[in-house]
């Protein structure tokens, strides 16, 4: 790909790159949020029509217009949100919208199915073809986009933040099935944040920058700390923190363990899972979960997805009953408070999808920011909304939260996901808080947008602030937590704040390899 340019609207999403990979290597693609990446990719498999360059594959111009032209050419793609339908079997989901599923054709399955697992044979990538994928763990789910780009004769594979949801044990196991892959011949792209994995896996790292190349180095050659200062263009603090410094921060937070911010005893919550387009039926999603927050205090929850996070964090922001338990804020009850009760009651949320739930896009980035004060002095009362104050709280936020805009006048959705996740934290903190339940706070952004909010974090504890963070990744857990919980099948589990026994416990076993949870 050399050249590649692309614009939406007034913006410049890609101003000329390059990117050249070459047969059976993985090369990871880095950048910061909004440095091109997912557009270079996207172009790359015909999501996206770009505005100007040359792609050449084996030395032949190719103008792709569709996925479909992309994978006639060899190119598969793994996006990070699987494109799988859990009620359909491994199988089905392999072949549907390929070749073998066209209108009119019925296909004939059991030798698909026997066609994949011999694949997977091949490949060291086991899974049964008939299994249903809605009981496949996430790991096994990824296995199977993997292997329907191999079924499809892709000799590219394009990789989305492949290991965002797997468990470190799957991490390791996936990284070791692309060398196999590699070597066999097929060529690798990851688009990654992680830099330990970019180091442990690929051949050659690009790295982009506003759109543009900012190197291509030999990864056997660099540093995480070397490609950290590349993304961001200066050098980046938690990089160079050991954890003996990190562990010495949490032994310094403030608790009074007299008396818990937050204290959940015996919860039980049921969540509402829609079946058909007519009626939902509902599952159990927690069991007797207890725990205790204090003041000046970080407590993690780890866990893959999937576990029941999501209804502990509908719980705690009022968006889900509790069926039974005591769930309480300061020693108040609020098994029935909605999310206004708890936000009168001092507990500011981070959700987990910073667009659905954090941020209004059609409304500015001032309006964002003030959202929860809206209604209570200075910005106003219950009849009227003072505008001067609304935006002068917007300037201030978008200057102390480090928001790249324009102006506070801006509309928050034409945000790239870091700047979009700092508007959706300075809501939460703009009010005086005693609990701050933060959902994957870091979830998709990039190490510069990551050491601020890490950085934001340890701020709020110092002053007092207690903390539930909800979080997939390990190294935010090490850096972050002074205790640890996992959560798995909707249980929770205080474990040992290591690498190993958390690892082990989000899949479910101890380091005895017993079932833990």
Not at 46 to 55: A, H, K, S, Y
Request: proline share 3%; charged share 25%; net charge negative.
């Amino acid at each position: 790909m050399t050249g590649v340019r692309k614009s939406f609207g007034s913006v410049a999403a890609l101003d000329g790159a390059d990117f050249y990979l070459r047969h059976g290597e993985i090369h990871a693609l880095l950048g910061e949020n909004g440095a091109g990446k997912s557009t270079l990719m996207n172009i790359l498999y015909g999501l996206e029509l770009r505005d100007g360059g040359e792609i050449l594959i084996d030395g032949h111009p190719v103008d792709f217009q569709t996925p479909q032209d992309a994978v006639a050419e060899g190119l598969g793609m793994v996006h990070q949100h699987f494109k799988l339908v859990p009620r359909l079997t491994v199988i089905e989901n392999v072949i549907l919208g390929g070749k073998d599923s066209r209108a009119f054709r019925l296909p004939d399955l059991e030798t698909s199915a026997r066609k994949l697992e011999d694949l997977a044979e091949t490949y060291g990538l086991p899974i049964s073809a008939r299994d249903r994928v809605s009981n496949l763990s996430v790991g096994e789910q990824q296995r199977v986009e993997i292997l329907r780009s191999l079924y499809f004769g892709a000799r590219t594979l394009i990789l989305d933040e492949p290991t965002a949801s797997l468990t470190p044990l799957e991490v390791r196991q996936l990284l070791a099935k692309l060398r196999d892959l590699a070597r066999a011949g097929t060529s690798i792209i990851i688009i990654t944040h992680h830099l330990d994995e970019v180091m442990e896996s690929a051949d050659r790292v690009t790295v982009l920058r506003s759109g543009s190349n900012v190197g291509t180095l030999e990864a056997s050659e660099t540093s995480q700390l070397e490609l950290a200062r590349m993304m961001v263009g200066r050098d980046v603090g938690i990089l160079t923190q050991s954890d003996a410094i990190r562990d010495q921060k949490v032994d310094q937070s403030v608790k009074d363990k007299n008396r818990p911010v937050l204290r959940l005893s015996g919860v039980d919550a049921s969540s509402r899972v829609a079946e058909t387009g007519k009626e939902t039926v509902a599952r159990r999603g927690l069991f007797d979960l207890s725990l205790e927050i204090h003041p000046g205090e970080i407590v993690a929850v780890a866990g893959v997805e999937g576990n029941g996070q999501a209804e502990l964090e509908d719980v705690l922001s009022g968006f889900l009953e509790v069926d039974q338990g005591e769930f309480a804020i300061d020693g108040k009850d609020c098994t029935t408070c909605s999310p206004e009760d708890l936000l009168n009651l001092g507990a500011g949320y981070i959700p987990s999808d910073r667009y659905r739930r954090g941020l209004i896009g059609g409304l500015s980035v001032a309006v964002n920011v003030s959202y929860d004060r809206i209604g209570e002095a200075p910005v106003g009362n219950r009849f009227w909304v003072d505008s001067k104050e609304l935006m002068r709280l917007g300037d201030r936020a978008v200057e102390e939260y480090s928001i790249a805009v324009r102006g506070a006048g801006e509309l928050a959705g034409t945000l790239s996901g870091g700047n979009a996740q700092r508007v959706v934290i300075a809501r939460a903190l703009a009010k005086e808080l005693r609990l701050l339940v933060a959902a994957q706070p870091t979830r998709g952004l990039d190490v510069g947008a990551i050491e601020f909010i890490w950085g934001l974090l340890e701020e709020q504890r110092s002053r007092g602030l207690a903390t539930l963070l909800i979080t997939t990744d390990l190294d935010e857990v090490m850096a972050l937590s002074d205790r640890v919980y996992v959560m798995y099948r909707g249980r929770l589990s205080e474990v040992p704040r290591d690498r190993e026994s958390i690892g082990l416990a989000m899949g479910g076993a101890n380091k005895q390899g017993e079932e833990s949870l």
